[in-house]
């Protein structure tokens, strides 16, 4: 009997990443991921899945990042009924980033009934807190390299993709096939994290692609950051750094910690982290110490950079405080969170700036800034858009094109089949071609909703 892989999520897109393999009439999933920017997109998110949860009989998530795992809440609620096997960083990261998540969900639907702006009466939110506290309970820690059996008769074994603490690659073998899920891959060149690992043998390869068409620049990301939040400490303004509260908040810290110590930086420089689920991500870096670089005084340092804003009330203090500042708060897309009330009070002068540090997915407030946008749309209201926008080239936490083609040639075999994935379609498209020119192997790009015998 062949093994067949839908792509209901992550096809096309970056986001949603929801792979669901079939084998003799069982049902595994691969990432239960959110799907984000676009509100076409968005809306898949509500659209029941074309197989019902209680009919899934396992799931494995590659990493914690929302649109990875961020559906597991619904799936949960809806009635998926087994286990979900992860990482140890990728559960205690869950731990962190779907509560978050329902809380998100509940105050955007409180804030649409308040403002009466949403369409629905009453808006509802997608899934709750409740949920997704429940959906933890699901999560079944296996550590890196150790093979488990997720159902009778398949193998599968995760292994370090770097990108961010418990980030995995999975190797899954069913029905005599070896299917390799990259995952989202780190980059070997990473400040924080280590390069990802090198992949084994697999018949099919389904192969992210977010920076399939695109380099990353030679560039540090000391060297880049420095001037930026240089000039706007000397115009007396404030940096408002959208980050993504797993990963690159901490990626960053590290930098500022880096260049306050080479006096790059004036010590005297206020860093705030407005990010509760940064701070706690902070702290699961430092219980993985042996998936990242820094060693434990520089985990100290890093933790030392900023001022940690814990409560709500102390975030809103941070608009009466004058002088050069930075902060850096969650989303990193802007899509959601205490960011977009610093973009309120900053975005409208000269003076302050926007700093984005990585992959902004198109149709969020963060490709708007990244593409020059004159006014942005939050909270119902358009602001005009009068502080300087930087994107930062070297913040990023993927692979780049080189990256992604080196980890595929060092698999110790041909794979006779890519499936080109999580990328917008430029990028899957130009990685595709490459693997097809340079490699010589069979590579596509899955339709949304496709089915492929593997
Ligand atoms: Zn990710």
């Not at 209680?54 to 009635?79: F, K, N, Q, W």
């Not at 560039?219 to 750094?241: I, N, Y």
């Not at 930086?265 to 206020?270: E, T, V």
Request: charged share 20%; with cysteine.
């Amino acid at each position: 009997m062949s093994v067949q892989i839908t792509f209901l999520g992550g096809a096309g897109t970056v986001t949603g990443s929801k792979f669901l393999v079939q084998h003799e009439g069982r049902r595994l999933l691969v990432d239960c991921g959110l799907f984000q920017g676009y509100k076409q997109l968005r809306l898949r998110n509500w659209a029941a899945l074309p197989v019902s949860p209680a009919h899934i009989d396992a799931v494995i998530l590659t990493h914690a990042h929302l649109d990875h795992s961020g559906y597991l809440p619904l799936l949960v609620r809806e009635g998926y009924p087994g286990r979900v096997w992860c990482t140890p960083g990728t559960r205690d990261l869950c731990a962190i980033l779907l509560p978050d998540s329902g809380h998100i969900q509940e105050e955007d639907a409180a804030f649409a009934n308040r403002h009466g702006f949403s369409r629905h009466h009453p808006a509802l939110p997608l899934y709750t807190i409740q949920d997704a506290k429940a959906s933890l309970e699901r999560l079944h820690a296996v550590p890196p390299f150790r093979a488990f059996e997720p159902l009778p008769g398949w193998q599968a074994r995760l292994q370090p993709a770097g990108h961010i603490i418990g980030a995995a690659s999975l190797l899954l073998e069913v029905g005599g096939r070896r299917l390799l899920f990259s995952g989202d891959l780190g980059r070997t060149d990473d400040l924080l994290m280590l390069p990802p690992e090198v992949p084994p043998n697999a018949d099919a390869v389904i192969i992210e692609s977010t920076y399939g068409d695109r380099n990353h620049p030679v560039t540090s990301l000391l060297d880049e950051l420095a001037p930026v939040l240089e000039r706007v400490a000397a115009r007396g303004g404030t940096a408002v750094v959208p980050v993504f509260a797993v990963g690159r908040a901490q990626a960053l810290l590290h930098a500022i910690a880096q260049l306050k110590q080479q006096r790059r930086l004036p010590h005297a420089l206020p860093v705030y982290l407005d990010s509760p689920m940064a701070i706690h991500s902070t702290e699961v870096l430092a219980q993985h110490p042996g998936e990242h670089r820094l060693d434990a005084g520089q985990v100290r340092d890093m933790a030392r950079a900023a001022i940690m804003v814990r409560t709500p009330d102390e975030s809103k203090a941070i608009a009466t405080v004058h002088g050069p500042k930075v902060v850096l708060a969650a989303s990193g897309m802007a899509t959601g969170g205490r960011v977009l009330h610093h973009l309120v009070q900053y975005l409208g002068h000269h003076r302050n700036l926007v700093v984005l540090t990585g992959y902004q997915a198109p149709g969020t407030r963060g490709a708007a800034l990244a593409s020059g946008c004159e006014t942005l749309r939050i909270h119902g209201q358009d602001l005009p858009v009068r502080a300087e926008v930087v994107q930062l080239q070297s913040a990023s936490a993927h692979a780049d094109a080189g990256q992604l083609m080196t980890w595929l040639r060092a698999m110790p075999g041909a794979a006779h089949r890519a499936f080109v994935v999580h990328g917008d379609p430029p990028a899957s498209d130009a990685l595709r071609q490459r693997i097809e020119r340079e490699l010589r192997w069979h590579a596509v790009v899955p339709e949304h909703g496709s089915s492929w015998a593997v």
